[in-house]
């Protein structure tokens, strides 16, 4: 059971991408912003506004892996955290569901058993 995981979808300029964090999604954050999991509350809480954008960006990253889907249809890290900081309630939804994931209290998918 992985209770560190999250799902949801990202709105960007009209479209939706699936977001999926999970231990992967930190993983890949970890690796490419070379930041280690012990740090990673730091950089939340000192960073907020490159956090979360990347935290968010890195789950639609695993996303694609995890489904096999082409990166190369995400949108570009800066045009997807320009939307993303300009919608204050958006931006608000989306760090509590970080938070949540983070401290393993996400809900499960509709139809994802294996997060229960």
């Given amino acids: 059971m ?13 479209k939706e991408y699936p977001c999926h964090l999970s231990m992967n999604a930190f993983r890949l954050l970890c ?36 489904g096999g889907t082409d990166i190369k249809k995400l949108p570009k890290f800066d045009f997807f955290s320009a939307h993303i900081l300009d919608d204050a309630a958006n931006l608000e939804k989306y760090v509590t569901l970080v938070g949540k994931a983070f401290a393993g209290e996400a809900e499960p998918a509709e139809g994802d058993e294996g997060n229960k």
Avoid: R
């Fill in 2 to 14: 992985n209770t560190l995981s999250g799902k949801f979808s990202i709105e960007v300029a009209g």
């Fill in 31 to 66: 690796e490419k912003e070379n930041i280690s999991f012990v740090e990673m509350e730091k950089y939340l809480n000192d960073k907020p506004l490159t956090a979360v954008p990347k935290v968010l960006y890195y789950g639609m990253l695993n996303h694609c892996y995890f």
